[in-house]
């Protein structure tokens, strides 16, 4: 079974646009040949500046942060899934763990940002992960589990097929602290088979499945090696081009 292999920045709200356009043309500079997917996941604001900026590269994608469920409407300040999709994005990152804890997102929220991402041929990357009072009293596996089944598992099984699931333990979230590759392989491991339980085995294996926490050029080797790791989200290290296509270079 050969899942997609992805590496995704998560801009998070850094880099004004001009910025971004100076990034983005220093990541595609040195982008190596190879399989994986690229995703840069920018503000709102860059999407329709930086998504023609990356048409003659097929395997790099632009993100948006964030969309709002509901299709249209009144929601002062908010942005739906078709207005992302009509700047040429074509991926989404929902339920990161800022916006579950900032933001008072629910896993029943990010299941409709699911449904709305989806309706719009958006790929949503959906974060799950555990704080480290759930893992210090050995309920992180059973946590993660509740917040797949309530985030995602609503979904048809060929919906479900187009989502890629990211794990962000949020004790490792620009901490500098890392889940060693065998907590990261424990869990993506556990994961993939809460997935096979409420879909099917196939289901279960062809997810991509995302590690992400202070992953560094100095980490990613060791965590990407992992056999359940298909690759990385990325914060702060994904602000800096050189580190950027270290990362990506350490996953081909
Ligand atoms: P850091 O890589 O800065 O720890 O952030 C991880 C993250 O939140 C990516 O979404």
């Known amino acids: ?94 339920g990161h763990s800022e916006r579950r804890s900032y933001f008072a997102e629910s896993d029943e929220m990010i299941y409709n940002k699911t449904k709305a991402a989806l309706s719009q041929g958006l790929q949503p990357i959906v974060c799950v992960g555990e704080s480290l009072e759930l893992r210090e009293a050995g309920e992180h596996l059973s946590f993660v589990a509740t917040q797949l089944k309530k985030s995602l598992f609503g979904l048809s099984g060929s919906d479900f097929d187009k989502v890629v699931i990211a794990y962000e333990p949020v004790w490792a979230i620009g901490t500098g602290k890392t889940a060693s590759p065998e907590q990261a392989q424990e869990m993506h491991a556990h994961i993939r088979k809460v ?27 060791e965590i990407f090696g992992k056999p359940d790791v298909d690759g990385g989200l990325i914060g702060g290290a994904s602000l800096n081009a050189d580190d950027f296509i270290a990362i990506v270079k350490a996953l081909s």
């Open 1 to 94: 079974m050969t899942r997609a292999k992805i590496v995704a920045g998560n801009w998070k709200m850094h880099m004004d646009l001009e910025e971004g356009k100076a990034l983005t043309s220093e990541i595609l500079k040195q982008l190596p040949d190879g399989g994986s997917t690229i995703i840069l996941g920018t503000p709102f604001i860059h999407l329709a500046t930086i998504a023609p900026m990356l048409t003659s590269h097929n395997n790099v994608v632009v993100a948006a942060q964030n969309c709002h469920q509901e299709a249209s409407g009144a929601y002062t300040g908010e942005i739906s899934a078709a207005m992302i999709a009509s700047t040429g994005a074509k991926a989404v990152i929902l």
């Open 195 to 221: 997935v096979a339980e409420a879909y099917d085995s196939e289901t279960g294996d062809k997810v991509s499945i995302l590690y992400g926490g202070s992953v560094k050029p100095s980490n990613a080797v």
